[in-house]
Nanobody, 122 residues
Framework: QLQAPGGGLVQPGGSLRLSCAAS????????IGWFRQAPGKEREWVSC????????YYVDSVKGRFTISRDNAKNTVYLQMNSLKPEDTAVYYC?????????????????WGQGTLVTVSS
C-alpha cells in the first residue's frame, strides 16, 4: 500500500513537499513515478526515479522546479515542488513499478497511492 500525504493549498511561487510511503513492501527495488491529473484533463506523468542508480526524470513543464528523491531508510519517496504555478494544480499520485525500470506510462505501475490534492492559488 502506498500512502501519499502532503498536499494542500499554496500560493503561486510557493513550495510543497509530497511524500510517498510504502507499507507492506520495500520501495528499494521499485521504480517510483509521480503523476498528476488536473480537473478535466487526463492523467499525466510528472517525474520518476529508478531503483538501481536513482536516475531521475521530469516532464519539461516541471524541470528545474520539482525534485524527486528517495530515502530507502524511511521507505519513502519525495517530490519537492518549488516555484509552484497555478497550472500545477492537480491531484498528485505516486505509483510503484516492481520492475525497477522507470517509465512514463501509467500502465507500467502496479501500485498506486490514493492521490493528494495540490492547489496553487492566491
Amino acid at each position: 500500500q502506498l500512502q501519499a500525504p502532503g498536499g494542500g493549498l499554496v500560493q503561486p511561487g510557493g513550495s510543497l513537499r509530497l511524500s510517498c510511503a510504502a507499507s507492506g513492501f520495500t520501495l528499494d527495488y521499485y521504480a517510483i513515478g509521480w503523476f498528476r491529473q488536473a480537473p478535466g484533463k487526463e492523467r499525466e506523468w510528472v517525474s520518476c526515479i529508478s531503483s538501481s542508480d536513482g536516475s531521475t526524470y521530469y516532464v519539461d513543464s516541471v524541470k528545474g522546479r520539482f525534485t524527486i528523491s528517495r530515502d530507502n531508510a524511511k521507505n519513502t519517496v519525495y517530490l519537492q515542488m518549488n516555484s509552484l504555478k497555478p497550472e500545477d494544480t492537480a491531484v498528485y499520485y505516486c505509483a510503484a513499478d516492481p520492475s525497477g525500470v522507470v517509465s512514463i506510462s501509467s500502465y507500467e505501475y502496479d501500485y498506486w497511492g490514493q492521490g493528494t490534492l495540490v492547489t496553487v492559488s492566491s
